[in-house]
């Protein structure tokens, strides 16, 4: 099977920090473009974070200078660091991204994960 896996979630206190790691896995010989995702009770899924395969990146407003995101290619690894939480970022976070199967074929094939709980909370 190809899929994405989502794991470090968890319980947090307002100003603490989480890692959040989606690990690609399943007869994946690549990652290319990746991203984190968030949605929370009554609201729509939204994009929290991306990067390019050459790590080019960009956040949502929200989160700027308070998440990072990051990858190790060579893994079929995807990160979300995660500081200063608020109780605003209290979500289910998924991740997303492109992958391909072969080295001989281009034909990518996206993913998304079952999802990670974040509660930050007192």
């Known amino acids: 099977q190809v899929q994405l896996v989502e794991s470090g979630g968890g319980l947090v206190q307002p100003g603490g920090s989480l890692t959040l790691s989606c690990a690609a896995s399943g007869s994946i010989f690549s990652i290319y473009d990746m991203g984190w995702y968030r949605q929370a009770p009554g609201k729509q899924r939204e994009l929290v974070a991306r990067a390019t395969r050459g790590e080019s990146t960009n956040y949502a407003d929200s989160v700027k200078g308070r998440f990072t995101i990051s990858r190790d290619n060579a893994k079929n690894m995807v990160y979300l660091q995660m500081n200063s939480l608020k109780p605003e970022d209290t979500a289910v976070y998924y991740c997303?991204?492109?992958?391909?199967?072969?080295?001989?074929?281009?034909?990518?094939?996206?993913?998304w994960g079952q999802g990670t709980q974040v509660t930050v909370s007192s």
């Open positions: 997303n991204g492109d992958v391909t199967l072969s080295k001989f074929s281009t034909i990518r094939r996206n993913l």
